[in-house]
């Protein structure tokens, strides 16, 4: 069965620190993957994807992510945060059935 | 180009009442879906649509139909209304659905707060 995890539930950092959100993923075929942000009380918007191809991808925002097969991961970067940023963040997969599986979210908030 | 709406914005029902939740897109687009969403469960798909004229169940899809009868509009009902669908709705569209592609990635809509008693 296809899933995805992200493994912190929150995260604080300072403003200008970077950041890493985790994301591990379950699925047997070659993944699509995406980041999505959501600040409160809004729908989510679209940072970031990934299909094929260069394993690094830029999304909006500054924000970065890396795919790493071997560990199954889509890591989201950003060099220096800025106090905007904070917002929940999810990982998801598409699965061929044209199904989009979701994280649980890792909600970010930026000390000044 | 208004993007994707919902509609209504807020909602109170009683158990065992029906109700239908809205969405409508003006960007062409042919997927659309209807995601729950849950306190530390992130979201969760619980119908979708490939077409006008199409719906397929989700990871979610009990208590809930649906109808997409128009290109521009994905209807969510609650026949019989439990606190446990107490949840807010997303609606999001996409041009490609998973798959890459001019504009691929979903557009979500503001969400429906839906509480029932």
């Known amino acids: 069965a296809q899933s995805v995890t992200q493994p912190d539930i929150h995260i604080t950092v300072s403003e200008g620190a970077s950041l890493e959100l985790r994301c591990n993923y379950s699925?047997?075929?070659?993944?699509?993957l995406f980041w999505y942000v959501q600040s409160p009380g809004q729908g989510l918007q679209l940072l970031l994807k990934?299909?094929?191809?260069?394993?690094l991808v830029q999304g909006i925002k500054g924000f970065e992510a890396e795919f790493k097969r071997s560990q199954s991961s889509f890591n989201l970067r950003k060099p220096s945060v800025h106090w905007s940023d904070a917002a929940e963040y999810f990982c998801?997969?598409?699965?061929?059935?044209?199904?989009?599986?979701f994280g649980t979210g890792t909600s970010l908030t930026v000390i000044p | 180009n208004a993007g994707v709406t919902q509609t209504p914005k807020f909602r109170v029902l009683k158990t065992g009442q029906s109700m239908t939740l809205l969405c409508a897109q003006d960007?062409?687009?042919?997927?659309m879906y209807w995601y729950r969403q849950d306190p530390g469960m992130g979201l969760r798909l619980i119908h979708y649509?490939?077409?006008?004229?199409?719906?397929a169940k989700g990871e979610v899809p009990d208590g809930y139909n649906v109808s997409r009868l128009k290109k521009q509009n994905f209807l969510l009902g609650l026949e019989s209304a439990a606190p446990s669908q107490t949840s807010v709705y997303f609606c999001?569209?996409?041009?490609?659905?998973?798959?890459?592609?001019?504009?691929?990635?979903?557009?979500f809509g503001p969400g429906t707060r839906l509480t029932v008693l």
């Open positions: 999001a569209s996409s041009p490609t659905g998973i798959y890459p592609g001019h504009g691929s990635g979903q557009f």
């Open positions: 699925y047997g075929a070659t993944p699509y």
């Open positions: 990934y299909f094929s191809g260069d394993t």
């Open positions: 998801a997969v598409g699965v061929k059935s044209n199904q989009f599986y």
């Open positions: 960007m062409n687009h042919e997927y």
């Open positions: 649509s490939v077409g006008e004229g199409t719906t």
